[in-house]
């Protein structure tokens, strides 16, 4: 196997096939469903990102790409040498180009494509030019002065979760301590802390943090998924639900609000105290619910902060990249 660094808190889940010298930083995590991930060489990604791959979408990341923190990358294709700021996210079907740059926070959206030696910022993204000559020196000067790409050497890493490393953390609060459904899954890594109440066949994925200390209940019904590195949290005299079937994506941060049954929040969005989602809502990736914000049921919201901009004319069904 050529040397690989996969730091002890990163989580690997699936069939995964990474290049030589590939990184995967502190509380990162790959999910690949049915041998879906494959990185090139000397690929970084770093501390607390989400990547995921499935059938339908798989993730295909080239060489010396690097992510930075907290990313989040769902089915795209994204080439070589690309330097890919804090916090960008990647949906579904997009395709990058090699030797891209991403501002910070960047959104991009399903199935864009984004030709090579693009410079691209914004929610969602937009082109703003092509690399000039000091950017393509910043990017060989990130990897040590060489851009030059190896043939590919690959590890292939098969780690199916299985029922036994279902062993996320319940701790106690005073005298609050979690209620846990026995047919719920508590992925390893995952913290509940507190006041909390978890329903039946419900899952709460690797590096999730649900804390119910003094500031309130949280509740979470049956048939949830609360994916990958979210924070459920809430302020003082407040409340937290979660009703049931609802699927919250992976880097959310969600606070004390309501959800209504059969809601999608999508990967990268935060959803604020005081606030109410009716059923059947669908939050699209990146948004911002702002405090005490209301919204009717079948609402598709979207934004920075969010607006309604349209309704949902069936239920929802779980996303493909949601955890079966």
Known sequence: MAILKIEKSAVLIGKLRLGAKAYIGQGSILRSKEDSITMGNSTWVLENSVLIGTPENPLKIG?????????????????????????????????IGNMCIFGEGTIIPEDAVIPDESVVVGRPSKIIRKLTNKDREMI???????ITLKAYQENIINNELKGEEEMGKLHGYKDKYPVVSKSAKLFDTSEVTGDVVIGDNTIIA??????????????????????????????????????DNVTIGPGCIIHGTTIGKNSVIESGS???????????????????????????????????????????????????????
């Open 206 to 243: 690797a590096g999730v943090k649900i804390i119910g200390n003094s500031h309130g209940p949280v509740r979470i019904g049956n048939n949830v998924q609360i994916l990958e590195n979210s924070v459920l949290h809430l302020l003082p005299d407040n409340k937290l639900i979660i009703e």
């Open 63 to 95: 060489s010396k790409t690097v992510f930075g923190h907290k990313c989040i990358a769902i089915g795209a294709e994204i080439g070589d040498l690309c330097e890919i700021g804090n916090g960008t996210i990647f949906l579904p079907g997009s395709k």
């Open 270 to 324: 935060t959803v604020c105290d005081y606030s109410k989602l009716g059923e059947n809502t669908l939050v699209k990736s990146g948004s911002l619910i702002k405090q005490r914000s209301t919204f009717e049921d079948n609402q598709i919201i979207e934004g920075f902060p969010a607006k309604a901009i349209g309704q949902n004319s069936d239920i929802l069904k779980r996303p493909n990249w949601g955890i079966k």
């Open 140 to 146: 060989s000067r990130m990897r040590g002065n060489d």
